[in-house]
């Protein structure tokens, strides 16, 4: 099963869509929100001019459904808008940014204020309905507040909307001071920190735009209320809106520019195997051995650390060793713990050998007083009055039917044909063999993503048994030599607008290493740190949440888990198979595997996306 071609892994992110493609709304991309509300402001703005040039000679109802008709108007536009791109609730992205409860509380009070607004922006759509001109007049006054009248001081309102909503002149600017949103608040959302940034943006935004259009709306009631000539505040106001929305566009990019673009998962709430994780098995595992089977001419006059690296010889006299299944791969690292000891085996369908070990001077190995089979009392034996065949605790490395060990090295590609790019990216465990698995979506102008596209890749269908799959080629198989897994984030060539297509695992200098075709400065290989792993407890045993523990750059090797806590019955870590995705899916800029854990445990091996970075465009989003 061999790839016969290679596709280009990049692609250029803001292509033309085909003739044949149906281009819908978020066809004005990531940035869309921009996009439209610049576009709407003229459109508010041309419709007050006109009104202003209008001599209202009707009667004064009449007069103010005049200019509460266009209002209507615009506030569809505007509710068209915060349908499109405002996806996620205030309190999930402030929850999702927060740092602490002080925190919280203060986003608590801004979603006050905001919908605040937009309940002024609501009343004022139904107003008309209530044909008591005395009551307009009295809500445009608390919109337009009466301190207007004072010399070179714009409206108490509006400068409160200032102080409030603005971002550069709070929440904006404090997400660009730190921009650093909570580790453990990342991996809860869908959402990289960048689009939380911008998510925060278009709320307050979208606020500012509805206060504004309110502002315009009640100033022309109020003059053709006879109250009187507002033109000149108008103007302040609108060239106020103008340069307070171009300075919280320079915050938005700077802030962009800083916060950071990667997403990873948390561990779920229940660890589920097959479902949230999957195990790689018996690669190194505890067994118990008695000297005389490890040596080849069946003598003990050896010690058990002399047996680093050898295997069964034979079942000397039908002893303990016809009463276990007996490694059929290499031992590794023998050594002697004590000589008598009490063995609860596992069920014979469990990956496992044992569930527990006691020796008799009361050592115990694993978990767990009641044995569900027979527990087996081993003694170690003389043979000559100075020699002693004693039982030796090993690690056997054990390929066969009990052990899933294996990775794919095949291409995953998106269908670039149908200018699809990858969206997400998953673990899978499949006829026993470990996929990075894809997530694809149809990639849109100004890099959106085409939602009802979104779909996961099928991984290959082939088994290691297939007469035309070979290792090393098509799979690669651990062992005691060749365990190890790169820990790194790879990138799209830098300076380009490039998406991730595709990805595969390789074998490099004998570990696992994720590349794309073309990728961006790849780590030293040479030069790379270690995790350690050992004398770790099962990960699912944990009560504590995992956290990540690598950085670029890093490896780890596949290896047992502690002998005191799992009589090294366990293969760790864990591998993560939870969908690492964002909501709504968008391009890839890059893809990593890492490690996470938490103290004393095993941990999970886990994919990460790294999104594209749109803080480049915030300045031609129109």
């Not at 009104?51 to 103010?64: G, K």
């Not at 008695?290 to 047996?307: A, K």
């Not at 031992?331 to 009490?342: K, M, N, R, T």
């Not at 890749?457 to 060749?482: M, Q, R």
Request: a negative charge.
């Amino acid at each position: 099963m061999r790839i016969q071609f290679i596709l280009p892994l990049i692609l250029i992110l803001f292509i033309q869509a085909s003739q044949s493609q149906t281009i819908f709304d978020e066809a004005k991309g990531i940035l869309g929100f921009i996009h439209d509300v610049k576009e709407i402001l003229p459109l508010v703005q041309e419709d007050i001019e006109k009104l202003d040039a209008i001599e209202f000679n009707s009667t004064e109802m009449e007069n103010y459904i005049n200019v509460l008709k266009p209002f209507k108007n615009a506030s569809i536009k505007v509710l068209e808008i915060e349908d499109n791109h405002i996806k996620q609730s205030k309190q999930s992205i402030y929850n999702d940014i927060t740092h602490s409860p002080l925190d919280l509380y203060r986003f608590e009070l801004l979603i006050q204020d905001l919908e605040t607004v937009s309940e002024h922006f609501t009343k004022m759509e139904t107003i008309e309905s209530s044909k008591n001109s005395t009551l307009i007049i009295l809500f445009a006054e608390s919109i337009i507040d009466k301190h207007y009248l004072l010399p070179n001081l714009y409206n108490s309102f509006y400068l409160e909307l200032l102080r409030l909503y603005m971002p550069d002149k709070d929440e904006m600017n404090e997400l660009r001071r730190r921009h650093k949103i909570p580790t453990k608040n990342i991996c809860h959302s869908r959402q990289v920190p960048q689009q939380l940034v911008y998510s925060v943006y278009k709320d307050i935004a979208l606020t500012e735009l509805k206060a504004y259009i309110l502002i315009e709306y009640s100033f022309l009631i109020l003059k053709i209320s006879r109250q009187g000539n507002f033109t000149k505040s108008m103007n302040k106001v609108r060239l106020n809106y103008q340069n307070v929305s171009e300075n919280a566009l320079d915050t938005l990019q700077s802030t962009m520019e800083k916060a950071d673009r990667v997403i990873w998962r948390c561990d779920p709430e229940k660890h589920i195997p097959n479902v949230t994780y999957d195990e790689v098995t018996r690669v190194l595992q505890g067994y118990v051995e008695n000297e005389v089977d490890l040596s080849n001419d069946e003598s003990c006059s050896e010690t058990c650390s002399d047996y680093q690296n050898t295997t069964t010889k034979g079942c000397f006299k039908q002893k303990f060793c016809s009463q276990q299944p007996q490694c059929s791969g290499h031992i590794y690292d023998c050594q002697l713990v004590d000589s008598d000891l009490s063995i609860c085996q596992s069920n014979e369908n469990n990956s496992r050998r044992y569930d527990y070990i006691e020796y008799e001077e009361g050592q115990k190995f694993g978990q767990g007083e009641n044995c569900s089979r027979d527990v087996n009392n081993v003694q170690s034996w003389h043979r000559w009055i100075f020699t002693k065949c004693s039982y030796c605790f090993c690690l056997c490395d054990e390929p066969g039917p009990k052990s899933d060990r294996y990775f794919n090295l095949l291409y995953t590609l998106s269908d670039i044909k149908a200018n699809k790019v990858v969206t997400g990216v998953r673990f899978v465990k499949k006829n026993r063999i470990f996929h990075l698995q894809i997530q694809q979506g149809q990639l849109l102008p100004r890099g959106a993503i085409n939602e009802s596209s979104v779909e996961w890749v099928p991984v290959d269908d082939f088994k290691i048994t297939d007469s035309n799959v070979c290792d090393g080629v098509d799979y690669h198989s651990l062992s005691h030599k060749e365990r190890a897994l790169d820990l790194d984030e790879i990138l799209t060539l830098d300076g380009q607008a490039s998406v991730v297509t595709g990805l595969r695992l390789r074998v490099l200098s004998g570990r696992l290493n994720l590349i794309f075709i073309i990728s961006h400065r790849p780590p030293n290989n040479e030069d790379r740190q270690k995790v350690n792993l050992d004398n770790l407890d099962v990960p699912t045993r944990s009560t504590n949440s995992s956290q990540p523990m690598s950085k670029n750059n890093q490896y780890l090797e596949f290896v047992n888990s502690g002998i005191k806590q799992d009589v090294a019955q366990t293969t760790i870590p864990f591998i993560d198979i939870q969908d690492v995705v964002t909501s709504p899916p968008v391009p890839l800029a890059g893809i990593g595997v890492y490690y996470k854990s938490s103290p004393g445990y095993g941990g999970f091996v886990a994919p990460k996306i790294i999104t594209y970075d749109i803080s480049r465009h915030v300045r031609n989003a129109d």
